[in-house]
């Protein structure tokens, strides 16, 4: 079992900035890649950024220049740097572990983004 606990979500105006945390504990040897995901009312979940264990980084192209994903191993957190907001980043953002042995995925409950003025 994988636990995960986002926190650093908030209200901020347009071309703002905010850091995601995601706290990570439990069965940690199996993860092979952390990544933050997005859902708004009526649409799907959708990938915004992942980090492989070797330091590999994937970038949603809506995003691509603006956020960061990045990893601190000594205390078992990942972080999203979210730069230059827009309206449209406005979303409830999703910490994921996905365990490749085991073929399965964590998810933590969430925290809200809302980009307004």
């Known amino acids: 079992q994988v636990q995960l606990v986002e926190s650093g979500g908030g209200l901020v105006q347009p071309g703002g900035s905010l850091r995601l945390s995601c706290a990570v504990s439990g069965s940690m040897f199996a993860i092979t890649a952390m990544g933050w995901w997005r859902q708004t009312p009526g649409s799907q979940r959708e990938l915004v950024a992942d980090i492989t264990n070797s330091g590999s980084t994937n970038y949603a192209d809506s995003v691509k220049g603006r956020f960061t994903i990045s990893r601190d191993n000594a205390k078992n957190t990942v972080y999203l740097q979210m730069n230059s907001l827009k309206p449209e980043d406005t979303a409830v953002y999703y910490c994921?572990?996905?365990?490749?042995?085991?073929?399965?995925?964590?998810w933590g409950k969430g925290t809200l983004v809302t980009v307004s003025s």
């Open positions: 994921n572990a996905h365990r490749d042995i085991y073929g399965d995925d964590y």
